[in-house]
């Protein structure tokens, strides 16, 4: 008798691990230049965001959250995004994800920044899993710095998916701009290390 | 040696029988108490905001909101969101300028589109329109979204306090809310509506910074003293 309830007990745990899919916390993949100290970049200009998704507004969303973000963190000042825009128009820069290097010592020197933000959102928006939808984010960052155009911070991160319990017991689950939120304070703590 | 009687026998395999059965009473509420807790969904609230060090926003007593930026597909989010400010900042005893006379500032000095506004182009609307800063903001998500079991409302703002002085952003925030509540996913009960949502995340999202103007208030008063 105790030996069938160990054996239930056991069966139990095994499908709960099962369908509760071991789900990794979208581990972050991240370059931070070692030889390099943070404390000298104060001001940033974030740039706009490549859009590699089907909505629209994917890159202004996400580059408006990294500008809140990066002002909340503490961590680096962040020039007014139409100055950023002024500089690129006045500069003739045509295309920002394309820039050289001669374009980033240009654009550090007008807009009196130490670094630009640059990056892309690659996937935003509902992913069917089964029976139903869940918000998925990927984004990419990249910091360079003005005075070498070299990158001194890059990260590509993922966040999204439903967890077991929102799944199975109806817990609630993030909205997608509660991901996008998530993902990119995630992201930028990574600069505080 | 104490002799056990079958009478004591039966009272202590009773008395081992009551303590087994509480002790699982305990544990089954224990566990229906964790479940409660995790399927009702702990979400914070907390506003993650930037207040630029120094900056006094206690003497902001007038402000101009800009139109704000619309990256939803709801052509007039903007708009909504701006009309909501608007009543928040009023209902919090600010003076507000006239949607109107802003429209006319930004016609009279050639901006033509705020997401190219430099620092310049916001001390020139400040000296116009007489205000000691500017709400700017953007509108991210407008709308109804679709859960795993039932619709909600959902929206998410950037908003900024830009200085007259000297054009640089004051304060800044970026708020989201929403989202089906614990009643609504499990017993349909009728979630807020989009309005009421909306109302909510800008409420929530200027809590930060008037509770740092009252502060600041305080402050002044104290000095005075």
């Known amino acids: 008798m105790i030996l069938k309830k160990k054996y239930f007990l056991s069966f139990i745990l095994l499908t709960l691990l099962t369908v509760s899919g071991c789900r990794s916390g979208g581990l972050p993949t991240y370059y931070i230049s070692e030889d390099i100290d943070f404390g000298f970049y104060k001001k940033v200009a974030v740039m706009p965001l490549d859009n590699l998704t089907k909505e629209k507004y994917a890159g202004e969303i996400v580059k408006q959250v990294v500008i809140s973000e990066l002002l909340a963190s503490g961590l680096l000042d962040v020039m007014v995004p139409g100055e950023v825009m002024s500089a690129v128009n006045e500069l003739g820069i045509k295309s920002v994800s394309a820039m050289n290097t001669s374009d980033i010592n240009s654009l550090g020197t007008a807009l009196g920044v130490e670094a630009v933000i640059m990056g892309s959102v690659e996937e935003y928006g509902e992913v069917k899993t089964g029976s139903f939808s869940t918000p998925q984010v990927t984004i990419t960052l990249m910091m360079a710095d003005t005075s070498t155009g070299s990158i001194v911070w890059s990260i590509t991160k993922t966040r999204g998916g439903a967890s077991f319990m929102a799944r199975h017991f109806g817990a609630r689950h993030e909205t997608i701009s509660e991901t996008v939120l998530m993902l990119v304070r995630e992201a930028i703590d990574t600069l505080s290390y | ?225």
């Open chain 2, 1 to 225: 040696m104490l002799s056990v009687t079958s009478k004591e026998k039966g009272l202590m395999v009773t008395i081992n029988r009551q303590k087994r059965q509480g002790l699982i009473s305990v544990l089954i509420m224990f566990m229906l108490c964790f479940l409660v807790l995790v399927v009702s969904g702990c979400s914070s609230s907390g506003v993650k905001h930037f207040m630029r060090p120094g900056a006094d926003v206690s003497s902001v007593s007038k402000v101009a909101v800009l139109p704000f930026d619309n990256h939803t597909s709801d052509i007039y989010a903007g708009e909504k969101v701006r009309g909501i400010v608007i009543i928040e900042l009023l209902s919090r005893g600010m003076e507000v300028v006239e949607p109107g006379e802003v429209n006319r500032a930004l016609i009279k000095l050639k901006i033509r589109s705020l997401a190219r506004a430099s620092r310049e182009d916001y001390k020139s609307i400040a000296e116009e329109l007489e205000i000691d800063g500017m709400i700017t903001g953007s509108v991210e998500t407008y709308g109804i979204s679709r859960g795993i079991s039932v619709s909600y409302p959902e929206v998410s703002i950037g908003l900024s306090l830009i200085g007259s002085g000297n054009g640089s952003v004051l304060w800044s925030t970026w708020h989201t809310g929403g989202g089906a509540d614990f009643w609504t996913r499990h017993f349909g009960v009728e979630g807020r509506t989009l309005d009421q949502a909306s109302r909510d995340v800008v409420g929530e999202a200027f809590e930060p910074l008037f509770s740092q103007m009252k502060k600041g208030t305080m402050l002044l008063i104290d000095d005075s003293k």
